[in-house]
Each structure stands twice: as C-alpha cells, then as structure tokens.
C-alpha cells in the first residue's frame, strides 16, 4: 500500500559548497492537492523542485515520491510524474511536434500521436504545431511547456514559476488549466511562485520559503491574514 501523500520531505538539506540552498526543511504534500512554494529569489524553491524531481541530489534528507524513495526507486515514478523547469530546455530548431514526439516517447506514451493531437486541440496549439520552437511568443512557448509537462498524464506535476513573464490574461489561462487537470486527473500539483495572488487563486496550501528554511506553512486565506502586502515583501528578504 502506497503511502497517503504524494510527497513527503524530511529534513531535506542541500549544499553548494557553503551555501544552504536547502536548509533542513519537512514537509507533506497530500495527494490531490495544489500546493505553493512561495519565496523571494535564492529562497531555495528550485532547489527543491528539482531534488524532489531527482534532478539535483540531496546532500541528506529522506524524499518520498508517490510512496517511493528518491532518487533510488526513480524508475519506480519517473513515469508517472512530471515537470516544467528551466533546468531543461527544449530544442529550439525542431517543431513544437517533434518537441511533443521526443518527450512523449520518453515517458512511453501510448498511442501518442492521439496524445499530441489531444494536448494540440487542449491547449490550443493547432495554429503553431508544426512551427519551429524558436519562433514561437511567450505566451505559446508556455502552452507547448504545458503540453511537454502534461504529456504522460501524470499523478504529480511539479512546476517552477508556471506564469512568470506571462501577461495577466494568459496566466489566467495557465491557472485555469492547471486547476482543470487536477479536476479530471486526481493530480497533485507542487509549484514554485514569488507571486502571492497566483499561489492565493490557485493553491489550497501555501509554503513560504526563505533562506533555504520554511518560514510558514498555511492556507492561503491564512497566509493573506497574517501577512500584509508589506511584511510579506519583508519576509522574502
Ligand atoms: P529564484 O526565485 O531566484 O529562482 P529560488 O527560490 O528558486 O530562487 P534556488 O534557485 O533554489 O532559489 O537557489 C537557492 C540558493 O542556492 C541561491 O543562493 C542560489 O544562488 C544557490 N544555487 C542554486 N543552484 C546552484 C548551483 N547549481 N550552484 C551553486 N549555487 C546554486
């Protein structure tokens, strides 16, 4: 029986030389869920994504993934998560279809040109499918990140700032959808954020990180109580 959560973090620290970019930090995700990591730059949000995601090692700590340790049972649930990160990017010559190809096929997913016709009527990509990634705008590069992100159906979707440099409308947009997938999917959503409105709409559950270490861990409403605009500005630093 797979454990309850879909991620559990215990005491979680990672180094870069000297510098605690993680910094002793717990946490449980429960499945189902849409969960903000919010926090200032080098509060370590990515760092941890990506430790969770088993991108980046630990330096100590125990990760738990849909009930299976990282990064040694990876193989167990790499297929049935996902994520958007700068950490990669995707080739910019080839087609948004030869993009969606290449990561479906990594992921093993079935009847996949289905899939990729899906994702193309989904996220409204019809238009620019066969256009090189290069030329697309933001706000397209950001509905093929989605589709890359959503392309094996996963349980578990970690996302590293989903909205950033999108205009309002269209991070409207990008929201809607994540919430519509957890809906049909059952999913559980991590995202990272510095955007206190985003993770409010959005999450049921907000982390503040700083410094590499949780400062609060709330519901929005509860985080909005307790932080006015200006002291949440002042925990970011
Ligand atoms: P941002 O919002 O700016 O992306 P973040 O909360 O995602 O910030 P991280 O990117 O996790 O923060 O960085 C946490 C700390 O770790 C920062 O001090 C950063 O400089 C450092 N750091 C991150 N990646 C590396 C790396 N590969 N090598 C060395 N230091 C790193």
Not at 2 to 22: D, Q
Not at 41 to 54: E, L, S, W, Y
Not at 98 to 119: H, P, S, W
Request: aromatic residues 4%; contains cysteine.
């Amino acid at each position: 029986q797979e454990s309850s959560a879909a991620i559990e973090v215990a005491h979680l620290i990672k180094l870069y030389k000297t510098t605690r970019a993680v910094d002793d930090i717990s946490f449980r995700i429960a499945r189902g869920s849409i969960t903000g990591l919010l926090g200032g730059n080098g509060a370590g949000k990515t760092t941890t994504i990506a430790v969770i995601m088993g991108l980046v090692l630990p330096t100590s700590g125990r990760i738990q993934v849909l009930g299976h340790a990282m990064p040694d049972e990876s193989a167990e649930v790499l297929g049935r998560m996902n994520f958007e990160s700068p950490y990669v990017d995707m080739p910019m010559r080839l087609t948004v279809r030869q993009n969606l190809t290449i990561f479906g096929r990594l992921y093993a997913v079935e009847n996949l040109a289905d899939r990729i016709e899906q994702l193309a009527s989904d996220l409204d990509l019809k238009d620019f499918i066969d256009r090189a990634n290069g030329k697309l705008s933001a706000g397209q590069k950001t509905r093929v990140a989605l589709a890359k992100a959503l392309i094996n159906q996963p349980e578990l979707l970690l996302l590293d700032e989903p909205t950033a440099s999108l205009d309002p409308d269209t991070a409207d947009w990008v929201r809607q959808h994540l919430q519509d997938y957890r809906r049909t999917h059952d999913a559980t959503i991590l995202l990272a954020s510095h955007n206190m409105l985003e993770v409010e709409r959005l999450c049921d559950r907000v982390i503040i990180m700083k410094r590499g270490r949780i400062e609060d861990d709330d519901s929005p409403d509860q985080i909005m109580a307790r932080y006015n605009r200006t002291t949440l500005e002042d925990v970011f630093l």
